[in-house]
């Protein structure tokens, strides 16, 4: 992880807990008329990190996201921005926090430069003088300078998208907040927001991503965080999370549904995958279950032991698929969005 000083000037106040996180709720709770969208949430979200959020649907990512933002007023719970409590001191945090979410306000009748012009007249961070530079360069950083003078309302979802993104980075920033940042965006799209988010993370920058796309979580994020049904079921480091799951042989079969009787026959657990079966070697080597399988018949075209991939961990936590270990479904696991 980076330790290069994150733009801009430091609150006055730092959380003083020797962990410095640029985010942290406490027993964070919203209730919406009977539906418990987010239930004791205990985030942290360490100074520099690059944290990717994510859950499935209605798991509260986005709830959770809009109560940092002061954009939804929790039930209960305390949260801090940069070491100081919010909403009592959200005037003098939010300035440092650039943040993405749906439904920015632009006007449809002004051009994303004029869209932009005003979001940066009302950043405290940016003098008179400075506003125009500031646009320019937020444009060109989201590739929409060419399409700076376009109307907002001709913009594609995927241009819209990157406007959002520019008028979050209008300003020097110590946490930028992005809420599904690739919605909409084409593969070059994705991989510009990816470019960013390194960027960031380069100057420091913490960054709080929420997405679906768990290959991108994977690749631009530090640490994760996991919830389901309103509750973290897992944060901390990517690697600690990716390492904390079984190891498993990935076995290439056309038997696979036998090859799975046969190996629970023999109390070795394991279970269908689309390419053949996935068997758990924490308690059983790889010969074993090779020499099992082999004896009973099956046909064995190739096994390679896993790293447990982050689609592997998120269904383990958030219980999308199969558990491994548990009851042998024989059905096909259901994908994961
Ligand atoms: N304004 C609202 N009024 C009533 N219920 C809401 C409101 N916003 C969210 N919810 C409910 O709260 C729960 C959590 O929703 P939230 O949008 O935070 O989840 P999410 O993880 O962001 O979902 P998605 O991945 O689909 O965007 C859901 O059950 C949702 O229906």
Redesign the pocket.
């Known amino acids: 992880m980076t330790t290069a000083r994150a733009e801009g000037a430091v609150p006055e106040a730092g959380n003083g807990s020797g962990t410095a996180l640029a985010a942290r709720t406490r027993a964070l709770r919203k209730v ?2 009977g ?1 418990v ?1 987010v239930d004791g949430v205990d985030l942290e979200v360490p100074e520099g990190a690059v944290v990717g959020m994510l ?1 499935p ?8 996201i809009r109560m940092l933002l002061g954009l939804v007023q929790p039930t209960e719970g305390e949260i801090e921005l940069l070491g100081v409590p919010v909403p009592e001191a959200a005037e003098q945090v939010l300035p440092h926090v650039g943040a993405l979410v749906e439904g920015p306000g632009f006007h449809p009748f002004l051009s994303g430069r004029d869209n932009l012009l005003r979001f940066a007249a009302a950043e405290p961070l940016l003098a008179g003088g400075e506003l125009d530079g500031a646009v320019s360069a937020a444009l060109e950083r989201v590739g929409l300078a060419g399409a700076a003078r376009k109307k907002y309302r001709a913009y594609s979802l995927g241009m819209k998208q990157r406007l959002g993104l520019a008028s979050a980075l209008l300003a020097p920033r110590r946490l930028v907040v992005l809420d599904e940042p690739t919605n909409g965006l084409d593969p070059a799209g994705t991989q510009e927001v990816r470019r960013i988010i390194a960027e960031l993370h380069d100057r420091g920058v913490t960054v709080l991503v ?1 997405s ?1 796309l768990l290959a991108e979580v994977e690749a631009t994020c530090t640490h994760v965080v996991v ?1 389901n049904e ?1 509750v973290v079921v897992a944060q901390g480091a990517l690697d600690d999370l990716l390492e904390s799951g079984s190891p498993t042989l990935l076995v290439s079969t056309p038997d696979g549904p036998t090859a799975v009787e046969t190996l629970r026959d023999h109390r070795i657990p394991a279970r269908l995958a689309p390419d053949g079966i996935r068997v758990d070697l924490t308690t059983t080597a790889p010969a074993a279950v090779i020499e099992t399988l082999v004896r009973a018949g099956a046909r064995v075209d190739e096994a390679r032991r896993e790293r447990t991939g982050l689609e592997e961990a998120f269904a383990r936590l958030t219980h999308d698929v199969g558990d491994l270990v548990g009851e042998l479904d024989t059905e096909e696991p259901e994908a994961v969005r």
């Open positions: 919406y008329r539906t969208a859950g649907n209605g798991s509260g990512k986005t709830t959770t929420s679906h919830l309103g």
